[in-house]
Antibody, heavy 119, light 107 residues
């Protein structure tokens, strides 16, 4: 059973950058789509982008193009999400999730990482 | 776009809950439902519109195809009061969309 363990809560300043990790155990995630989703306070789930670690291919929601970088380290079974120039409205819970083999839905989720952007 | 209704549903334990999700384009049965509780990761309930995920109780069922989908909880238990999201995948460009959610609260 694959488990996704995310890095701990972050407090970051506006205009800096923040990087969150998602490490898998119990199986390799290299051939699966791994996505990042966030939930801002009082808001719903928002897809940010994803990666297939084996191929290194990424795609991003238009809203996050140029501001989010998703990467993977196959050797450690870990996926990363780096958010550049965060602003207060980026304060949110960030989740990673593994897609099914059909790449249509998400069957395993990380526990979430709270990112707080504050000066 | 995925439109979920109602935004909030107030019911009592033992009652039947019916949650709706409408897609702006036809997606066959490529729809999933998730349950989300505060402080927890979202939990996959239903995939391919009507298939229960592993370990999901039989009181949860999904139906629909094309543009209109329904999640039904046959008899609400205390543990079922949470946020519920539907989600679809778009083939091109490849992207994922979540609905805004339905909050199921105790009446």
């Amino acid at each position: 059973q694959i488990q996704l363990l995310q890095s701990g809560a972050e407090v970051t300043k506006p205009g800096s950058s923040v990087k969150v990790s998602c490490k898998a155990s119990g199986g390799s995630i290299s051939t699966y789509v791994i996505i990042w989703v966030r939930q801002a306070p009082g808001q719903g789930l928002e897809w940010m982008g994803g990666i297939i670690p084996m191929l290194g291919t990424t795609n991003y929601a238009q809203k996050f193009q140029g501001r989010v970088k998703i990467s993977a380290d196959k050797s450690t079974n870990t996926v990363y999400m780096e958010l550049s120039s965060p602003q207060s409205e980026d304060t949110a819970l960030y989740y990673c999730a593994k897609a099914s083999e059909t790449e249509v839905y998400f069957d395993h989720w990380g526990q979430g990482t709270l990112v707080t952007v504050s000066s | 776009v995925l439109t979920q209704s109602p935004a909030t549903l107030s019911l009592s334990p033992g009652e039947r809950a019916t949650l709706s999700c409408r897609s702006s384009q036809s997606i066959a049965t490529n729809l999933a439902w998730y349950q989300h509780k505060p402080g927890q990761a979202p939990r996959l309930l239903i995939y391919d519109a009507s298939k229960r995920a592993t370990g999901i109780p039989a009181r949860f069922s999904g139906s629909g195809s094309g543009t209109d989908f329904t999640l039904t909880i046959s008899s609400l238990e205390a543990d079922d009061f949470a946020l519920y999201y539907c989600q679809r995948r778009d083939n091109w460009p490849p992207m994922y969309t979540f609905g805004l959610g339905t909050r199921l609260e105790i009446k």
